[in-house]
């Protein structure tokens, strides 16, 4: 029985999610099977909602690669023991073989368990997960598709809102925050805004550091004193007190794999600055604007988001299942990998504690190192009427 690939998307969207959709048609191609889609995820594959997108054209193909949000739809499902046999059923009715799942490491978590029950069966259907997260906190990679284009954008727009702040010699506390439940790969971004024209941000706090309000008032009142009353922050929403706290929730919610509806940081913060510091405090939430700015995406993130889309064909194909395709930094540049699910699923990368400057609340040289590379390059996103073209099908 000849064998089909399904392709699925899941989590939150980035920048670049879809150049991974592109990357897997194009090579898909090569073998002459019939290319799925799931629509909105794994809950596409449970409501047999999949989308035959063998042929689809060169020029939406192309309009894909540079689209933002998930062209074919996400979901935050986690698997329960009895979606499997529904997942089977699915699976045999259009001769599916083969199955790619793009997300992060919950949606690494749900291809391993699928998989594991695939080899329970006794099933000859092989399962590869590709790595997409904003975050960058998937293990075992260089860095995750979605990071480099969401640091782009951060950087760029708190170079561009340290400018406007600067404009009125009045005091003014600027407090931007940015994703990044757990890991500070994403505030540490804000650090790229600095050159020889911008100084700002002026401090930046990181989730991987315990937040106490007596030492931020403290840095803020500093900052404030050197800088003639300006200062410019970078926060991230994840932000959690000695205790492992958050120390702000807009919602006591959270969805299927218990993470917490962030968000709110800002205003908790600015709460504490206007009572103790300063009446003229401005808050700026980038909220999704960091994963869906397309415009402004990091053309080697990118190349990166294809590159692991192509190789997890070429795995699969060859048999290969159970593993995510991984990146790595090699002398020749950015090359795809392999690591074994089960050592990604359900784990968190956070920022490295030795390029974080506690003293400082700013970044060391290797984070700059780090993410530099990352940020590099444009991509030629197609426009009409003076504003850029995008396909999705959902």
Request: hydrophobic share 40%; with cysteine.
């Amino acid at each position: 029985m000849k064998k089909n690939l399904v392709l699925a998307q899941s989590g939150g969207p980035t920048s670049v999610i879809n150049a991974t959709c592109y990357g897997i048609i194009k090579e898909a191609g090569k073998y002459r099977i019939k290319l799925y889609a799931a629509k909105f995820g794994i809950e596409g594959i449970l409501q047999n909602n999949l989308i035959d997108i063998t042929d689809i054209s060169e020029s939406d193909l192309n309009l894909l690669r540079y689209s933002p949000s998930a062209a074919f739809g996400s979901c935050r499902h986690k698997l329960k023991d009895e979606d499997f046999e529904k997942i089977i059923e699915t699976f045999d009715r259009y001769q599916i073989g083969y199955f790619i799942y793009i997300g992060g490491n919950d949606s690494m978590d749900t291809a391993h368990r699928l998989s594991e029950y695939i080899k329970k069966i006794g099933r000859d259907i092989k399962v590869i997960g590709v790595p997409k997260t904003i975050d960058n906190d998937i293990v075992n990679t260089h860095f995750c598709p979605g990071y480099g284009s969401a640091a782009k954008y951060i950087a760029t727009s708190v170079r561009e809102m340290a400018l406007d702040a600067d404009v009125y010699a009045k005091d003014i506390v600027t407090i931007v925050e940015v994703m990044g439940r757990n890991s500070g790969f994403l505030a540490a971004a804000g650090a790229l805004a600095r050159d020889n024209v911008v100084s700002s941000p002026h401090l930046i706090y990181f989730p991987e550091i315990p937040f106490d309000e007596n030492e931020f008032l403290n840095d803020v009142k500093i900052t404030f004193k050197r800088n003639n009353g300006k200062v410019f922050i970078v926060a991230s929403e994840g932000l959690k007190n000695k205790d492992g706290n958050y120390i702000y929730l807009k919602e006591q919610k959270a969805d299927a794999f218990g993470n917490i509806q962030m968000g709110g940081v800002g205003s908790y913060m600015k709460q504490l600055v206007a009572e103790n510091i300063s009446k003229r405090v401005k808050v700026v939430e980038l909220s999704i604007l960091q994963r869906c700015a397309a415009h402004i995406a990091s053309l080697t993130d990118n190349e990166a988001a294809v590159m692991v889309g192509e190789d997890a064909v070429k795995k699969i194909m060859d048999g290969v299942s159970d593993i995510m395709i991984s990146i790595k930094n090699t002398d020749n540049g950015f090359e795809p990998g392999t690591v074994p699910l089960s050592e990604v699923a359900n784990l968190t990368k956070l920022l490295p504690s030795q390029w974080i400057d506690s003293k400082n609340r700013w970044v060391t040289q290797d984070a700059i190192d780090y993410m530099l590379p990352l940020i590099q390059g444009e991509v030629k996103v197609p426009y009409v009427n003076g504003i850029p073209k995008y396909i999705r099908f959902i």
